[in-house]
Protein backbone atom coordinates (compact mmCIF):
# COMPACT_ATOMS: atom_id res chain seq x y z
CA UNK A 1 0.00 0.00 0.00
CA UNK A 2 1.61 3.29 -1.50
CA UNK A 3 0.72 7.31 -1.34
CA UNK A 4 -0.50 7.44 -5.12
CA UNK A 5 0.90 11.39 -4.98
CA UNK A 6 1.79 14.51 -3.77
CA UNK A 7 4.35 15.32 -1.02
CA UNK A 8 4.75 11.37 0.77
CA UNK A 9 3.75 9.96 -2.86
CA UNK A 10 5.85 6.72 -3.21
CA UNK A 11 5.87 6.08 0.80
CA UNK A 12 5.14 2.74 1.29
CA UNK A 13 2.68 2.43 4.27
CA UNK A 14 1.93 0.03 6.75
CA UNK A 15 -1.25 -1.95 7.47
CA UNK A 16 -3.11 -3.62 9.76
CA UNK A 17 -2.91 -7.43 9.94
CA UNK A 18 -5.19 -10.14 10.40
CA UNK A 19 -8.31 -11.55 8.48
CA UNK A 20 -10.69 -8.83 9.81
CA UNK A 21 -8.86 -6.17 7.67
CA UNK A 22 -9.79 -5.00 4.36
CA UNK A 23 -7.54 -2.11 2.95
CA UNK A 24 -8.84 0.20 0.42
CA UNK A 25 -7.01 -0.82 -2.63
CA UNK A 26 -5.47 0.74 -5.14
CA UNK A 27 -8.00 0.81 -7.69
CA UNK A 28 -10.60 2.41 -5.65
CA UNK A 29 -8.43 4.88 -3.78
CA UNK A 30 -6.81 5.69 -7.56
CA UNK A 31 -10.41 6.62 -8.64
CA UNK A 32 -11.76 8.37 -5.28
CA UNK A 33 -8.90 11.02 -5.30
CA UNK A 34 -9.34 11.15 -8.93
CA UNK A 35 -13.02 12.40 -8.99
CA UNK A 36 -12.01 14.35 -5.74
CA UNK A 37 -8.39 15.74 -6.92
CA UNK A 38 -9.45 19.41 -6.98
CA UNK A 39 -11.52 19.38 -3.41
CA UNK A 40 -8.31 18.21 -1.51
CA UNK A 41 -6.08 21.13 -1.09
CA UNK A 42 -6.47 23.18 2.30
CA UNK A 43 -9.34 21.21 3.25
CA UNK A 44 -10.33 19.71 6.27
CA UNK A 45 -10.21 15.96 6.57
CA UNK A 46 -12.01 13.08 8.46
CA UNK A 47 -10.75 9.82 8.36
CA UNK A 48 -13.13 8.24 9.83
CA UNK A 49 -12.57 4.30 11.00
CA UNK A 50 -9.04 5.02 10.01
CA UNK A 51 -7.49 1.41 9.60
CA UNK A 52 -4.30 2.26 8.80
CA UNK A 53 -4.79 5.86 7.96
CA UNK A 54 -4.25 5.79 4.23
CA UNK A 55 -6.90 7.85 2.66
CA UNK A 56 -6.20 10.59 5.61
CA UNK A 57 -2.55 10.42 4.78
CA UNK A 58 -3.51 10.75 0.83
CA UNK A 59 -5.60 13.54 1.14
CA UNK A 60 -2.53 14.94 3.57
CA UNK A 61 -0.53 14.33 1.18
CA UNK A 62 -2.28 16.37 -1.74
CA UNK A 63 -1.99 19.40 0.70
CA UNK A 64 -4.99 18.77 2.69
CA UNK A 65 -5.02 21.54 5.89
CA UNK A 66 -5.25 18.77 8.41
CA UNK A 67 -6.98 15.52 9.27
CA UNK A 68 -8.46 13.68 11.96
CA UNK A 69 -8.10 9.90 12.38
CA UNK A 70 -10.64 8.08 14.32
CA UNK A 71 -10.40 4.42 15.08
CA UNK A 72 -11.36 2.55 18.15
CA UNK A 73 -8.38 -0.26 18.08
CA UNK A 74 -4.75 0.66 19.89
CA UNK A 75 -2.90 -1.27 17.21
CA UNK A 76 -4.57 1.02 14.15
CA UNK A 77 -4.31 3.92 16.34
CA UNK A 78 -0.66 3.01 16.98
CA UNK A 79 0.12 2.10 12.70
CA UNK A 80 -1.76 5.30 11.55
CA UNK A 81 0.91 7.44 14.28
CA UNK A 82 3.76 5.01 12.79
CA UNK A 83 2.47 6.33 9.11
CA UNK A 84 2.03 9.66 9.58
CA UNK A 85 5.93 10.02 11.35
CA UNK A 86 7.48 8.07 8.68
CA UNK A 87 5.51 10.67 5.73
CA UNK A 88 6.16 13.55 7.60
CA UNK A 89 2.54 14.32 7.73
CA UNK A 90 1.63 14.21 11.65
CA UNK A 91 2.27 18.04 11.99
CA UNK A 92 -1.14 18.55 10.38
CA UNK A 93 -3.52 15.36 11.94
CA UNK A 94 -4.69 14.40 15.14
CA UNK A 95 -5.29 10.85 15.96
CA UNK A 96 -8.48 9.85 18.39
CA UNK A 97 -8.41 6.42 19.95
CA UNK A 98 -12.89 5.93 20.08
CA UNK A 99 -15.66 4.36 18.95
CA UNK A 100 -16.27 6.09 15.82
CA UNK A 101 -19.58 6.65 16.40
CA UNK A 102 -19.73 7.63 19.81
CA UNK A 103 -16.63 10.29 18.55
CA UNK A 104 -19.25 11.67 16.36
CA UNK A 105 -21.48 12.77 19.30
CA UNK A 106 -18.63 14.06 20.96
CA UNK A 107 -16.92 16.29 18.56
CA UNK A 108 -17.45 20.09 17.33
CA UNK A 109 -15.47 19.73 14.52
CA UNK A 110 -16.24 20.44 11.04
CA UNK A 111 -14.67 18.78 7.80
CA UNK A 112 -14.91 19.25 4.39
CA UNK A 113 -14.59 16.06 3.58
CA UNK A 114 -15.32 12.89 5.53
CA UNK A 115 -14.10 9.23 3.92
CA UNK A 116 -15.81 6.52 6.09
CA UNK A 117 -14.73 2.66 5.31
CA UNK A 118 -16.39 1.09 8.56
CA UNK A 119 -16.18 -3.10 8.83
CA UNK A 120 -18.47 -4.28 6.40
CA UNK A 121 -21.70 -5.79 7.15
CA UNK A 122 -22.52 -4.03 10.50
CA UNK A 123 -24.63 -1.59 10.21
CA UNK A 124 -21.78 1.00 11.46
CA UNK A 125 -21.90 2.84 7.76
CA UNK A 126 -25.67 3.95 8.30
CA UNK A 127 -25.61 4.52 11.78
CA UNK A 128 -22.57 7.19 11.04
CA UNK A 129 -24.25 8.70 8.26
CA UNK A 130 -27.17 9.15 10.55
CA UNK A 131 -24.90 11.28 12.75
CA UNK A 132 -22.18 13.07 10.85
CA UNK A 133 -24.93 15.58 9.35
CA UNK A 134 -23.59 18.17 11.79
CA UNK A 135 -19.86 17.94 11.23
CA UNK A 136 -19.62 18.84 7.28
CA UNK A 137 -19.42 21.54 5.60
CA UNK A 138 -21.78 23.07 3.48
CA UNK A 139 -20.89 22.18 0.19
CA UNK A 140 -19.08 19.38 1.88
CA UNK A 141 -18.54 15.73 1.06
CA UNK A 142 -18.81 11.84 2.85
CA UNK A 143 -16.75 9.53 0.49
CA UNK A 144 -18.75 5.78 1.69
CA UNK A 145 -16.74 2.67 0.63
CA UNK A 146 -18.95 -0.56 1.39
CA UNK A 147 -19.92 -3.46 -0.12
CA UNK A 148 -21.71 -3.05 -3.58
CA UNK A 149 -24.75 -5.22 -2.54
CA UNK A 150 -25.25 -2.42 0.50
CA UNK A 151 -28.36 -0.23 -0.01
CA UNK A 152 -28.00 3.03 1.54
CA UNK A 153 -30.48 5.78 1.75
CA UNK A 154 -30.57 8.43 -1.02
CA UNK A 155 -29.99 10.91 1.71
CA UNK A 156 -29.27 11.37 5.29
CA UNK A 157 -30.19 14.64 6.79
CA UNK A 158 -29.27 17.37 4.73
CA UNK A 159 -26.58 14.70 2.80
CA UNK A 160 -27.98 14.20 -0.65
CA UNK A 161 -26.02 10.77 -2.84
CA UNK A 162 -24.79 12.35 -5.70
CA UNK A 163 -22.79 9.67 -6.86
CA UNK A 164 -22.49 5.44 -6.82
CA UNK A 165 -19.31 4.17 -8.16
CA UNK A 166 -18.47 0.15 -8.23
CA UNK A 167 -15.64 -1.57 -8.70
CA UNK A 168 -15.68 -5.65 -8.67
CA UNK A 169 -17.71 -6.33 -4.90
CA UNK A 170 -16.91 -2.86 -3.57
CA UNK A 171 -19.04 0.26 -4.05
CA UNK A 172 -17.90 3.92 -3.35
CA UNK A 173 -20.95 6.11 -2.23
CA UNK A 174 -20.68 10.44 -1.99
CA UNK A 175 -22.92 12.15 -0.19
CA UNK A 176 -22.85 16.25 -0.78
CA UNK A 177 -24.24 18.20 1.89
CA UNK A 178 -26.93 20.65 0.44
CA UNK A 179 -25.95 24.33 0.83
Known amino acids: MRVITGTARGMVLRTLE ?3 VRPTTDKVKEAVF ?3 QFEIEGRRILDLFAGSGQLGIEAL ?3 AESAV ?6 NAVKIVKENLAKTKLDSRAT ?5 SIAFLSMTDRVFDLAFLDPPYEKGL ?6 KIDSLISEGGAVICEHP ?7 RYGSLIKTK ?4 SKTAVTVYRKEG
Open 69 to 74: FVDADK
Open 95 to 99: VVQTD
Open 148 to 154: FKEELEE
Open 61 to 63: SRG
Open 125 to 130: LQKALS
Open 164 to 167: EYKY
Open 18 to 20: GND
Open 34 to 36: SAF
